[in-house]
């Protein structure tokens, strides 16, 4: 079957066809791009939290080792030998007898966690002791014995460790003669 169609009109049809190919192709490369945006938005919305995030640590640990510039190195060995000089001054058989007459006014339910000494300067310093009573009236008793002790000039007991009736968190601080 001949082709009745002039020649002129065959070019003008196949560059219609062309162009509805080409326009076609950028609207499939359109709808691409835009589901490829949509795809990526929760992934750059979550990067850029993260980057705030890590902004915020970056500059708390600037400001930690701008704290810890201030300090000489030569300061941090003097504070350090100030230190273990203390530690070397304390007389270690009055700290075992001290805290072996705490054990022995110990009533039978207060569990003891911790000794901390304090050296002080002119008086003995002070000890601080934590535990757990099983009661409030161990405690209290507990805390009255220390008070007999002649070794001790006075026994801070905060009555917020009376709040609870039952196993009760407890903090003792001792002044030593």
Do not use: H, W
Request: include cysteine; hydrophobic fraction near 45%; proline fraction near 3%.
């Amino acid at each position: 079957m001949p082709n009745l169609l002039l020649e002129k009109d065959k070019k003008e049809i196949f560059k219609e066809f062309v162009l509805r190919l080409v326009i076609v192709f950028l609207v499939f490369v359109f709808i691409t791009i835009c589901f490829a945006m949509m795809m990526l938005i929760p992934s750059y919305a979550r990067t850029l939290s993260r980057e705030v995030t890590i902004s915020d640590e970056i500059k708390i640990f600037e400001q930690t080792i701008d704290f810890r510039k201030q300090d000489s190195p030569a300061d941090i060995l003097n504070n350090e030998n100030l230190k273990i000089e203390k530690i070397k001054n304390t007389k270690d058989f009055y700290l075992t007898s001290l805290i072996s007459e705490i054990v022995e006014v110990k009533p039978q339910g207060v569990k003891i966690e911790g000794f901390f000494y304090e050296a002080g300067n002119e008086d003995g310093g002070s000890l601080i002791i934590r535990g757990e009573s099983g009661n409030r009236n161990l405690l209290v008793n507990f805390v009255e014995n220390l008070e007999r002790k002649d070794i001790f000039s006075q026994v801070d007991f905060p009555v917020s460790n009376l709040v609870k009736g039952e196993s009760v968190d407890f903090s003792v601080k001792i002044y030593i003669k």
